[in-house]
């Protein structure tokens, strides 16, 4: 767990709610100077209680669903602003009493003690974009429920139904040339380019790993493993994406696919545990694609699957599907990448398997 390093001499605590939000100011010995409450969120009374301790304050507020006009009022007024991650701070500021008054006057207490877990202040100038991407994966999903509904409809009627494959789409190298000159497309490319910026606010592959929901949290005592936390912690939306591009990757991919199906068969059968580290393997290929400006490489994400493998132990046959169609090439063909650093991008070697060709058949 991080905590924000508080530098200002006076910090403030806000217990934030719809209509109002409780308000608590103290010094760095502790001593309250303001501690009231703020009918219907009136941030110009707020500025005025402030006023004596604003050219050196730090505003602090949990993460919960009205924080953002708060913290746009707070940046346009000149104020630090901190987002205090809600679910740490319930577990480190638990106590007997609880209400509006304590939670602000604790919430200052941890600000000013260094000991509250920040979250991330997302820009606001992209939140739209994430509001609009976040829209259409709901609209994505009810389709997915409607086409379920359908197909089960049919089914019950004993009909057969019509068969949905990629196949009856056009290629995606086409579609995206023919929408390049559309205005729409550089919109699109617009988007594409603020998410790759919003990389950076990740420091390692881990902690972007982490708030994809694709690792979780371990709990130990005396050196030992006793379970594992934090399976909701991080972003849902990246979760279900990264789980959808696992399973497209190992049905349609003919190097992925055949490995996919080994994997599976040495987690014992096991699918979900073979797709989860599908899905991370490809969120470390994305996150170092954004981070060094490089091109998905099959290669090399092949040659990351293949240390999956135990060593030493005999590769499960009997692959099934189209995996029978292609055989993944060995570990020593691949004895470049794999000799080296365990990321999935770069320059792929062969112009053919850059786009990952979807197998014929």
Request: charged share 20%.
């Amino acid at each position: 767990m991080k905590y924000y390093n508080s530098t200002t001499q006076f910090n403030c605590g806000i217990d934030l709610h719809a209509r109002q939000m409780y308000v608590c100011v103290m010094d760095r010995q502790g001593k309250k100077l303001v501690h009231t409450n703020v009918k219907d969120n009136d941030f110009d009374y707020f500025l005025k209680l402030v006023t004596p301790y604003k050219h050196d304050l730090t505003v602090c507020c949990e993460c919960m669903f009205g924080w953002y006009w708060l913290a746009d009022a707070c940046q346009a007024a000149g104020l630090t602003f901190v987002l205090a991650h809600a679910l740490y701070v319930k577990a480190i500021h638990g106590g007997k009493n609880k209400n509006d008054r304590i939670d602000s006057e604790k919430l200052t207490h941890l600000l000013r003690s260094n000991l509250i877990p920040p979250a991330y202040v997302y820009p606001a100038e992209k939140r739209p974009l994430r509001a609009l991407l976040r829209q259409r994966i709901f609209y994505v999903w009810r389709r997915s429920e409607l086409l379920a509904r359908i197909h089960s409809h049919q089914l019950a009627h004993n009909r057969v139904p019509p068969k949905r494959t990629c196949s009856t789409r056009d290629p995606w190298e086409e579609a995206l040339l023919a929408a390049e000159p559309n205005p729409l497309r550089r919109l699109a490319i617009q988007n594409d380019m603020a998410l790759i910026r919003d990389i950076h606010r990740f420091p390692t592959v881990k902690d972007f790993l982490s708030y994809c929901r694709l690792v979780k949290g371990t709990v130990a005592s005396a050196g030992k493993i006793k379970g594992l936390r934090g399976a909701k912690l991080g972003n849902p939306y990246l979760r279900w994406a990264f789980g959808e591009a696992a399973v497209i990757a190992k049905r349609d991919h003919y190097l992925i696919g055949p490995l996919s199906q080994r994997l599976e068969a040495q987690m014992n059968g096991n699918k979900f545990k073979a797709n989860t580290v599908v899905a991370i393997k490809l969120a470390r290929a994305v996150y170092f694609m954004l981070k060094n400006k490089t091109v998905f490489d099959p290669e090399r994400l092949v040659a990351s699957m293949q240390k999956c493998f135990s060593p030493g132990r005999r590769q499960p046959g009997g692959l099934t599907g189209c995996a029978k169609k292609a055989t993944p090439p060995s570990v020593a063909d691949h004895s470049s990448c794999a000799s080296g650093t365990s990321v999935c991008v770069g320059q792929a070697s062969n112009p053919a398997i850059r786009l990952g060709p979807v197998a014929s058949g």
